[in-house]
């Protein structure tokens, strides 16, 4: 079953994930997919567990910031964008 899911990223990482994506015939979503399948299918209990391969490093420049945010937030933040 395939379920639609929004995500929120800096620009310039959507633009060199879309050419990295391009450039090997697939699409972001499945591209997506199989980063989230690689970290599910692993016995990951952190982010620091999580073995990042060469083609993200590629995608991504600099550290990663990870912003913890309230349901509560998120649904702020989504309908003060629709305004």
């Known amino acids: 079953m395939e ?3 929004t995500l929120h990223f ?3 990482v959507i633009e060199k994930a ?6 090997n015939n697939i699409s ?4 997506t997919e199989f980063l989230y399948r690689q970290i ?7 982010i620091e567990d999580f073995p990042v391969s060469e083609w993200v490093n590629q995608v991504a420049e600099g ?6 945010r309230s349901r509560k ?4 933040e989504y309908f003060n964008q629709a305004k």
């Open 18 to 23: 879309k050419e990295f994506a391009a450039a």
């Open 63 to 68: 550290e990663a910031t990870y912003k913890r």
């Open 40 to 46: 599910t299918s692993g016995n990951y209990k952190t």
């Open 73 to 76: 937030d998120l649904k702020d």
């Open 10 to 12: 800096d620009q310039e």
């Open 28 to 31: 972001l979503s499945r591209l």
């Open 3 to 5: 379920t639609k899911l």
